[in-house]
């Protein structure tokens, strides 16, 4: 566009109107009050940029949004088929893998801790007396467990979650015995379906999560009554020590023979023993 000039008539006004003032005439200039950038605007408007979304507060807040009944349906419907398809995967590559035993711990722990090359131990003697070891599938203990079962040629297994966090494969897993799982709850089933035996090293709240489901379904039947050791006393002492004292004597929420499920030792040849006595006292054995 053109800008706008005064006219001769305008300029005689504004000449008469400071006439003798010896002041210079001076238009404005329309750019003067024109913002000239996104910080000009936040200053003027004192209006501050949103910080990015919480993904936490994004996930409650999506949980609450009002869908109708046909969203649902869709949207389950293809949920069941993502569950069957780990289902599907999971059984066709574990079921001919043989005895094996399930190593729980954390995936923090770093390969200089004691804890680590504990679990190295066990499961390098685990696979000496004929079982192979399934595992999480990541780093810390898990990849302890999975290093002891390569370095003696056994079976290792690795049931990878796929986290934001923490979790990526270690490289210790036979390539044909790594599955990746988006549900928990599926993942589990793997874990207790194809061990004869459950191994638990310190660990966290997913290291909880999966003893605790071994040892509910012992205690109600729902598996047979495999041997679960708990590795490091001075870390599970205090909280069998609370399970003994409140959950059994104050409370009576379990019954004194459940605490006989549990093995807590200290020493990896003594975790070994405790399995193997377990299978010779039923006259059972590994089978490869």
Known sequence: MSKLKKTSKTKLADEALNGGSGKTIVQPNVNDN?????????????VQPKAAPDPDEQRIRQAFVDKDWNEIKIADSWQIFKVMAEFVEGFEKLSKIGPCVSIFGSARTKPDNPYYQLAEEIASKLVRHGYGVITGGG?????????????????????????????????????????????????????VKYAQAFVGMPGGFGTIDELF???????????????????????????????????????????????????????????????????????????F
């Open 213 to 287: 489901e071994a040892l509910t379904l012992i205690q109600t039947k729902k598996i047979g009554r495999f041997p679960l050791v708990l590795v490091g006393t001075a870390y599970w002492g205090g909280l069998f020590d609370w399970i003994k004292n409140v959950m059994l004597h104050e409370e009576h929420n379990i019954s004194p023979e459940d605490l006989d499920l549990v093995h807590l030792v200290d020493d990896a040849s003594e975790a070994v023993k405790i399995i193997d006595d377990f299978y010779h006292k039923y006259s059972l054995s590994p089978n």
């Open 34 to 46: 024109k913002l000239r950038s996104i910080t000009d605007l936040r200053d003027k408007t004192g």
């Open 139 to 191: 780093p810390g203990i898990m990849e302890a467990g999975n290093k002891g079962a390569r370095a003696e040629g056994g079976k290792s297994v690795g049931l990878n979650i796929e986290l934001p966090f923490e979790q990526t494969h270690n490289p210790y897993i036979d390539s044909d015995k790594c599955i990746d799982f988006d549900y928990f709850f599926v993942r589990k089933v793997m874990f």
